[in-house]
């Protein structure tokens, strides 16, 4: 359904910050958080998977690596929200045995901190050279290669694919299974940050998010077990035993983060937007 920005402002003034709309809890405009119980695919108030639902015409997503004031280490996601003013902070990929670097290629804003090509075939690619293509999008790299998805892109994260564009589960029935932090994109083009605390196969990962009603149409694994981590800032949320926010106290190395943006709006201050 289109709506017209106008619409969704005085939605969101009516309403107030975490107003449930459906199963989706709207926190400020652009800004949806959704929970839901793994096990029956449904919503859940208590649910042990959370996803935050970004759209990047009203925020923000940003890679981070260590710095010098961490000893060069990474921090606790919710150290990252606090330092870094962000509203949500997840793992941006797996690191190798020295704890710190990223297991596949990472560039961030045009630095490239691991030129190690890997195997994976997803990357994540943000801010465009080209201020025409979008924003945030995740691409198959048996589709388009590594190469010019770096060409294209000023931030971009290779990882572990789970989903292939458009909707596809690539993963096989296995028995390991572990906790999943991941990164999604709609068939709008928002971000989904998303993160379970029960343990379940990449498979059947893969399944659960496709039956929720996200409108999932491809995304890759950013960490598992323990390391898995998203921690989520914001007045309207109350943290407390929210999937992910349980381990805030583990470092992690290499985030992506959240933060406002303040979009330009057309001269007539409307904007059409996809629901």
Not at 120 to 126: D, E, F, N, P, Q
């Amino acid at each position: 359904m289109r709506l017209t920005l106008v619409v969704v402002v005085v939605l969101v003034l009516c309403l107030g910050a975490g107003t449930s709309f459906g199963q989706w809890t709207i926190l400020e405009e652009g800004l949806e958080l959704a929970r839901f119980d793994s096990g029956l695919r449904s919503a859940d108030p208590a649910g042990d998977l959370l996803v935050l639902r970004v759209d990047t015409d009203f925020w923000t997503l940003r890679a981070h690596k260590p710095e010098e004031s961490d000893g060069f280490k990474g921090r606790t996601s919710k150290r990252w929200c606090e330092l870094g003013n962000m509203v949500a902070v997840i793992n941006a990929g797996m690191y190798q045995a020295d704890k710190v670097t990223h297991v596949g290629y990472f560039k961030i804003d045009g630095e490239v901190t691991n030129t190690f090509r890997n195997d994976y075939l997803s990357a994540v690619a943000i801010g465009p050279i080209d201020p025409a293509e979008p924003y945030f999008r995740i691409f198959d790299l048996d589709e388009i290669t590594l190469g010019e998805v770096a060409a294209r892109y000023n931030t971009v994260a290779q990882n572990m694919r789970l989903i292939k564009r458009a909707g596809e589960n690539r993963w096989q029935p296995a028995t390991d299974r572990w906790q999943e932090a991941a990164l999604g994109e709609d068939y709008n083009g928002r971000a989904l940050l998303i993160i379970c605390d029960r343990r379940w196969s990449m498979h059947d990962f893969n399944e659960i998010f496709l039956s929720l009603p996200l409108g999932l149409v491809a995304a890759q694994h950013l960490e598992g077990r323990v390391e898995a981590s998203m921690w989520i800032h914001h007045p309207a949320v109350d943290v407390a035993d929210l999937p992910g926010n349980r381990k805030g106290h583990f470092i992690v190395p290499n985030i992506l983060g959240v933060t406002k943006r303040h979009p330009q709006i057309d001269p007539n201050g409307l904007q059409d937007i996809q629901d």
